[in-house]
């Protein structure tokens, strides 16, 4: 943003009958179950959705989009990769014209999604007129805890090993700094030198601590990474030679802390990260 740039939260600028609303809309892993009502609505009463091919395929299924080939429902423009920001810039004009766009992010989109580049790309097209709604979802860390159980009943933090923005040097000074500060640790874009960065947490960390690997949280039979949704337990000493279950982008693994421990019931074994030294009477 620019510098010295005065933040006002008391009046805002009205805006124009004519114009719309972008949206940036977090559908968490992309089924109806994990998606909110708030999700489900502006995507279906929008003019025009943007979204990857996958994400309209759930959507399609799960009939928040009508079939391809209907006359029904919202336009449909396809996202890539390679053409975020010619994308945004064509919302912007779309916003203009006066339909309510739906640009569709995985997860949750302040989670490693897309509302930084819908701001970014507003400051540097001179498009602060255009009105801008972040539609919050659940993002993998949070689902692959529910797996797993209560592994972050305490203190966390997420970490992204990809390194298209940055340098390697900034993620070990963060891995480092989370490892040291007793955070439970959440890698996102795990195909990325996870090896590498399990290395870094064991110099400051137990062997013994409790790990966790999961892919493609809440997609359940949907699953696109591996076979479906899975989650594995191991420890951090043994992570690395858990390659078969580290996929692709729906990976991510948890990294416990000295407190994190396997709990089981009858059906199923999980992790658990107590908020401190609580017991049922604290509570």
Same mark, same amino acid.
């Given at each position: ?48 959705? *943007?979204?990857? %091919? ?5 959507? /399609? ?6 079939? $391809?080939?209907? !006359? #029904? ?27 309510d766009v739906a640009h569709v992010s995985g997860g949750d ?12 790309m507003a400051e540097s097209d001179d498009a602060t007129d ?39 040097d900034e993620i070990e000074e963060k891995l480092r700094a ?7 640790? *959440?890698?996102? %874009? ?5 090896? /590498? ?6 110099? $400051?960390?137990? !062997? #013994? ?75």
């Amino acid at each position: 943003m620019s510098e010295g740039a005065e933040t006002t939260t008391d009046s805002h600028a009205e805006v124009p009958d004519d114009y719309g609303t972008l949206y940036v809309v977090g559908i968490g892993p992309g089924l109806p179950d994990h998606m909110t009502q708030r999700a489900k609505e502006v995507i279906q009463t929008s003019d025009c959705v *943007v979204a990857s %091919n996958l994400y309209q395929e759930f959507l /399609r299924d799960d009939g928040t989009l009508p079939p $391809e080939d209907s !006359d #029904d429902g919202p336009e449909v423009v396809r996202s890539s990769m390679g053409q975020q920001v010619e994308l945004t810039r064509e919302a912007f004009e779309r916003v203009r014209d006066g339909e309510d766009v739906a640009h569709v992010s995985g997860g949750d989109p302040n989670v490693y999604g897309k509302s930084d580049l819908v701001f970014t790309m507003a400051e540097s097209d001179d498009a602060t007129d255009v009105p801008i709604e972040i539609v919050p979802g659940v993002t993998a860390a949070l689902g692959g805890a529910a797996m797993m159980g209560a592994p972050l009943s305490n203190d966390f933090c997420t970490i992204s090993l990809s390194d298209k923005w940055r340098g390697w040097d900034e993620i070990e000074e963060k891995l480092r700094a989370a490892a040291i500060s007793n955070f439970v640790i *959440v890698l996102y %874009n795990c195909w990325r030198n996870y090896t /590498r960065a399990i290395d870094i947490v064991r110099e $400051e960390r137990a !062997d #013994d601590v409790p790990v966790g690997i999961f892919n493609d949280a809440g997609r359940g039979e949907a699953g696109r990474n591996l076979d479906d949704e899975t989650f594995s337990i191991t420890t951090l000493g043994d992570a690395k030679s858990h390659d078969d279950d580290v996929g692709g982008m729906g990976t991510s693994i948890l990294i416990g802390t000295h407190e994190t421990e396997p709990w089981s019931n009858d059906y199923e074994t999980y992790l658990v990260t107590p908020r401190g030294g609580r017991d049922v009477d604290d509570f």
